[in-house]
Nanobody, 123 residues
């Protein structure tokens, strides 16, 4: 059974940091691209970042470039999202997802999803 489990969300002040984790099981981890998405109330789910577990290539949305860092520990089947210099507009439920397709920031490209973790940034 494929499982993606996010953790690490919480409440943080603007300018602070959080690290999200996505623990994967039930599939061959290094054959997949893992993406992070977020959805704020009343808004569409948007891509934040993704990483190829095979070669480590990464991609970031412009809104988080320079503030967020995605990384992968293949030995632990876990992907991390280090979020620094957090802003109010980063408040959302954050999801990780997996796809065997090529790198993509489109939610429609992903086959498996976690349950999400809430990130709230207060000013």
């Amino acid at each position: 059974e494929v499982q993606l489990v996010e953790s690490g969300g919480g409440l943080v002040q603007a300018g602070g940091s959080l690290r999200l984790s996505c623990a994967a099981s039930g599939f061959t981890f290094d054959e997949y691209v893992i993406g992070w998405f977020r959805q704020a109330p009343g808004k569409e789910r948007e891509g934040v970042s993704c990483i190829s577990s095979e070669d480590g290539s990464t991609y970031y949305a412009d809104s988080v470039k320079g503030r967020f860092t995605i990384s992968s520990d293949n030995a632990k089947n876990t992907v991390y999202l280090q979020m620094d210099s957090l802003k109010d507009e980063d408040t959302a439920v954050y999801y990780c997802a997996a796809t065997r397709s090529s790198m993509s920031m489109s939610r429609w490209a992903y086959d498996y999803w976690g349950q999400g973790t809430q990130v709230t940034v207060s000013s």
